[in-house]
């Protein structure tokens, strides 16, 4: 049965996590995969997360199932983290939430949603978007088609071609938009930008799917959720998929959500069943570890308060590298403009190099990012950023 199957490709992200860890060379810098990394270059366990795991563990007395929903106050914490508190769709009962295996989960588990409701839909992504978006939503068995998102010459949005795109879409149609911290690019959308998006995606009969992987490493917890507040509020009917992985620094606990405004409360408690259903024929039930971690930092104001600031130390520090790696540019390469750097957020930014410059970067100077010249701004340190900036610069002249 399984001689025909052939060999895949690594994946572009994940392949290059063991790569860098084969190199034995010392100067190495890793920019691969988007996790967060401090000055030292360790992605330690957040403080907060240390406290709350040990008070859930303290308590816990059983390890027997939770539910395919998974942990009811984690789903309400989350929908307040995300919506905010007293949001108009909660309380008008509109919105309903299940607890994913992190944001990969909880944007197959929308997916899966979307095809059942319409299994001719198909899902228009930004150009670039993140490259597990692809099979992730496809696999569900929707089509997927692209709209014109970034700017390579600003390094910004290009929101004229964007809006003509969306403007060219059938009613139906989704929308996967980036809720902040647009990766591959860094490129966000202002709030303005959000709120012309909104009017045409009510003029056009849009469904908006934003996932929102970074809520708090952009500009601010609440100003990062803006979109998502905006459009909950004003649409009949929006996913929203949400990752703990790097504002909760739980990567391997698979902790997300996704939560789905629908038009009546009856609509949202039938469409609850459907992601009970989904959930139990792909994986029966989330792991619980992370999502008790979060509901207990969430709900407890101490935790929460030093959630809130480890977040902060983290969004400066990547902001800070975004001013550090534009001065060394501008240092080691004044020929080339690195500016648009510093107006993205969150952890990535396209580089602009070429394929090859890439692979140079990666076998002579031992610095690694994804091909299409992604980097993890958290990965540069002040010890190796001098160096990023001057191999750039050779590989660039
Ligand atoms: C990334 O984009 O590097 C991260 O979201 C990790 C991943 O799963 O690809």
């Not at 010392?26 to 920019?31: I, M, T």
């Not at 997927?144 to 003509?164: H, I, P, Q």
């Not at 403009?337 to 970067?361: C, H, K, N, P």
Request: net charge neutral.
């Amino acid at each position: 049965m399984f001689e025909r199957l052939e060999r895949m490709p690594d994946d572009p992200i994940l392949g290059l996590m063991a790569a860098y860890r084969a190199d034995p060379d010392a100067r190495k810098v890793d920019l691969g995969v988007g996790v967060y990394r401090n000055d030292k270059g360790e992605t330690p366990v957040l403080d907060a997360v240390r406290k709350a795991e040990a008070a859930v563990l303290a308590r816990q007395t059983s390890k027997t199932y939770v539910a395919p929903v998974g942990n009811a106050g984690f789903n309400q914490s989350m929908e307040k983290l995300v919506f905010g508190e007293g949001h108009p769709a909660v309380q008008a009962g509109r919105v309903r939430t299940i607890q994913a295996p992190g944001g990969c989960g909880a944007l197959r588990v929308g997916a899966e949603l979307v095809h059942l409701a319409y299994p001719d839909a198909t899902v228009h992504v930004s150009t670039p978007t993140w490259a597990n978006h692809v099979p992730l939503l496809t696999g569900s068995g929707i089509k997927l088609e692209r709209y014109a998102y970034y700017d390579a010459a600003t390094g910004g949005v290009n929101f004229g071609a964007m809006m003509e795109g969306l403007e060219k879409l059938p009613k139906g149609a989704v929308v996967l938009l980036h809720g902040c911290c647009h990766n591959p690019t860094g490129a966000d959308l202002s709030e303005s930008q959000w709120r012309d998006v909104l009017a045409l995606v009510q003029r056009r009969g849009l469904v908006p799917f934003i996932d929102m992987a970074y809520q708090g490493l952009g500009t601010g917890i609440a100003e990062d959720a803006f979109g998502a507040r905006l459009f909950a509020a004003g649409l009949p009917e929006v996913l929203v998929a949400v990752s703990c992985s790097k504002n909760f620094g739980l990567y391997r606990e698979r902790t997300g959500a996704l939560s789905v405004i629908s038009q009546t409360p009856a609509s949202a408690e039938a469409i609850l069943t459907q992601l009970v259903r989904i959930a139990r024929t792909m994986y029966s039930m989330p792991p619980d570890h992370g999502a008790a971690i979060v509901q207990e930092i969430l709900t407890n104001d101490t935790l929460r308060g030093l959630w809130v600031d480890e977040v902060g130390t983290m969004r400066n520090r990547i902001a800070g590298l975004r001013t550090e790696a534009v001065a060394q540019l501008a240092r080691a390469a004044p020929q080339r403009d690195f500016s648009f750097i510093a107006r993205q957020r969150g952890m990535f930014s396209y580089l602009g190099v070429t394929r090859d410059q890439v692979r140079e970067l990666r076998e002579k100077h031992h610095i690694y990012m994804t091909d299409d010249s992604r980097i993890n701004i958290a990965g540069l340190k002040s010890d190796n950023i001098a160096y990023f900036a001057d191999a750039v610069a050779q590989v660039v002249t």
